[in-house]
């Protein structure tokens, strides 16, 4: 709702207020014809009636369409709690909800979240900044391409109204997951995310550029750009090639496990599992990169599936 209409009526109106107003135009004060309760009395209750209905109509359609407010969550913003299904819109300015239990989330300018529960938010446009201190796998922030899992960390998410968006994680870890896509970033990397194909590969803000412009030129279809993606890895880069590992065609795979194995040093013989998309031998492959072991992550990737 734009407050300078309703204050001053500068600025362009809600087209609910327009609709309001538009219902109510017929009860209005007119200084040239006088009140006309005030000249008789009705001779029934007919006009009462009438601007009940009238009011009961503008109210419905003031709230058609919002989610309904049920019991208090865990945030708050000031000292307002924030209840649970209701729809947060941040205007032009940044709002910031807290949880003791749970953490605290900068909502920046042009923000909509909606708080689905005390541990689960919805972020349906904008910038969301969280720092967590809540147990990991607790606090998810759902996207309409991909959940957001908090390992124990402080991260940032953009997204648009369609969910197209991007993730850069501060502290700790982040799990990101849809469309039958899993990607883990670690603190200092990032991670994009579409509509169509869910979260992406991740990789370091500080990679060479010719990786990440390489990487997104792949990740929208560009076939042709893998071998240039794996040219400009480095060693600390294997985060990128392990995620493209199960992602590419099965004949691409021996191409990146080949660059994979020369940065990362792992044995060649873990080659054919890898070429066939093998879990273990992708799990061994991860524990190569000396990150968080595989059986620290998967223990935390199962309860939330």
């Known amino acids: 709702m734009r407050e300078d209409y309703l204050w001053d009526r500068s600025g362009p109106p809600d087209p609910e207020i327009e609709l309001l107003e538009a219902e109510l135009s017929t009860l209005r004060y007119r200084f040239d014809r006088g009140f006309p309760a005030l000249r008789q009395r009705p001779q029934s209750g007919w006009w009462f009636a009438t601007a009940a209905a009238v009011l009961l109509s503008a109210a419905a359609l ?4 919002a989610d309904a407010p049920a019991a208090p969550t865990a945030w708050r913003v000031g000292s307002v709690p924030v209840l649970q299904g209701q729809v947060l819109r941040t205007g032009g300015s940044q709002v910031t909800l807290e949880s003791q239990q749970v953490g605290r989330v900068d909502l920046g300018p042009g923000s909509e979240l909606r708080a689905a529960t005390s541990r689960q938010l919805e972020l349906r446009r904008g910038r969301l900044h969280a720092f967590i201190w809540a147990p990991p796998r607790e606090f998810v922030v759902e996207t309409a391409s991909a959940r957001a899992v908090d390992l124990g960390c402080q991260y940032t998410l953009d997204v ?17 997951q849809s469309h039958g896509h899993e990607s883990f970033i670690p603190a200092g990397a ?18 060479p550029e010719a ?21 400009a890895a480095r060693p600390q880069d294997g985060l990128t090639l392990w995620h493209l590992l199960p992602r590419v065609p099965a004949a691409a795979r021996g191409e990146v496990f080949d ?7 792992v044995p060649r ?3 054919p599992g890898a070429v066939r998309g093998d879990a273990h031998t992708l799990d061994l492959c991860w ?19």
């Open 259 to 265: 660059r994979f194995a020369q940065l990362v040093g």
């Open 287 to 305: 524990n190569a990169l000396n990150l968080e072991d595989t059986s620290w992550w998967r223990g935390w990737e199962r309860p939330w599936r």
């Open 160 to 176: 648009d109204g369609a969910g197209n968006g991007l993730l850069r994680v501060e502290t700790g870890w982040v799990a990101f």
């Open 62 to 65: 003031l709230f058609r369409g």
């Open 269 to 271: 013989e873990l080659r």
């Open 211 to 231: 990786l990440a412009r390489a990487l997104a030129s792949y990740e929208t279809g560009d076939a042709a750009a893998l071998p240039r993606v794996l040219a």
């Open 190 to 207: 990032q991670c994009a995310t579409s509509h169509k194909n869910g979260p992406g590969i991740p990789f370091y803000e500080d990679a």
